[in-house]
Nanobody
């Protein structure tokens, strides 16, 4: 069984910063990629940032220059440093991983989500 557990969400004022963390645990054989998606009320889930095992990164255009994704392959963790936050960044943020479990095939896994609210 594989689990992704997020932490670090909360309420922050516009212009502030938050750091999200996620750890993947359980019967994991290998991890291809990890990242973060978000879903705002009434909107579809969208990719925020991803990082591969080779540390290649991909960002949503609206967060480039403000958000930074990083990964610790040894610890199976992925972090998202979010700076200069805007009200439009308000959403539930989900940790994501594309990985191979010890018994099974390559597939997507999701965390339970953590709320980020940017408001004065």
């Amino acid at each position: 069984q594989v689990q992704l557990v997020e932490s670090g969400g909360g309420l922050v004022q516009p212009g502030g910063s938050l750091r999200l963390s996620c750890v993947a645990s359980g019967s994991i054989f290998s991890i291809n990629a990890m990242g973060w998606y978000r879903q705002a009320p009434g909107k579809q889930r969208e990719l925020v940032a991803t990082i591969t095992s080779g540390v290649g990164t991909n960002y949503l255009d609206s967060v480039k220059g403000r958000f930074t994704i990083s990964r610790d392959n040894a610890k199976n963790t992925v972090d998202l440093q979010m700076n200069s936050l805007k009200p439009e960044d308000t959403a539930v943020y989900y940790c994501w991983s594309l990985l191979v479990p010890v018994r099974g095939a390559l597939r997507n896994y999701w965390g339970q989500g953590t709320q980020v609210t940017v408001s004065s």
